[in-house]
C-alpha cells in the first residue's frame, strides 16, 4: 500500500427504490475537498497518468461503469518507489480513493459502458478565478514515461 492514500470501501444501503452510499464523512480523514467533479469515460478510455505537485484528489467510483485504477509512488526516498498498485473500482467494488500529492494517478473503463466517477480534489482547478498554472505533471505525454497503463 502507497503511504498516504486511502482506500475506503464504500457500502451501498439498498431497498425497493435503489440504493445510497455514504462516499464522506469529515470525521474520518483530515482532508478537506474545495471543490467537485464528474466526469464519464468511454469504455477503453485512459485518463492519465498524471501526478500533482501540491493537490490530493479524492475519487469516487459507485458507478455505473467499472475502471482499473493504477497507482504509483513517485515521492523519491519513500518505499516502493516507484511501484505500481492497481484495483478494479467502480459498480463492481464502489471505492473511495484519496491521492495524495506526488503519487502518479490514472484509470481505465473496462466496461462494455462508460464509467462515471465524482472527484473531490482540496484545490481549485487553476485557483481562483481560474487564474493559477494548472498543478499537474502529463506523464502520458512522454514517450518514454515509466508509467504506463494498459
Not at 445510497?20 to 471543490?35: G, H, I, K, T, V
Not at 509512488?73 to 478494479?88: D, F, V
Not at 459502458?113 to 493559477?132: F, I, S
Request: aromatic share 12%.
Amino acid at each position: 500500500m502507497i503511504e498516504g492514500v486511502i482506500i475506503k470501501p464504500l457500502e451501498r444501503f439498498s431497498d425497493e427504490r435503489g440504493w445510497l452510499c455514504e462516499a464522506w464523512r469529515n470525521d474520518e480523514s483530515d482532508f478537506q475537498p474545495s471543490m467537485a467533479y464528474v466526469s464519464k469515460t468511454e469504455p477503453g478510455a485512459v485518463r492519465g497518468p498524471h501526478e500533482h505537485k501540491e493537490q490530493s484528489d479524492c475519487f469516487i467510483f459507485t458507478g455505473p461503469g467499472n475502471f482499473c485504477m493504477y497507482l504509483w509512488e513517485n515521492r523519491q526516498g519513500r518505499l516502493g518507489y516507484r511501484q505500481l498498485e492497481t484495483m478494479e473500482v467502480g459498480e463492481d467494488n464502489p471505492c473511495m480513493i484519496v491521492v495524495p500529492p506526488g503519487v502518479v494517478h490514472g484509470y481505465k473503463c473496462i466496461s462494455k459502458e462508460p464509467g462515471y466517477y465524482v472527484n473531490l480534489p482540496n484545490q481549485l482547478y487553476k485557483g481562483e478565478g481560474k487564474q493559477d498554472a494548472i498543478d499537474e505533471i502529463r506523464w502520458e505525454k512522454g514517450l518514454d514515461s515509466p508509467f504506463k497503463i494498459g
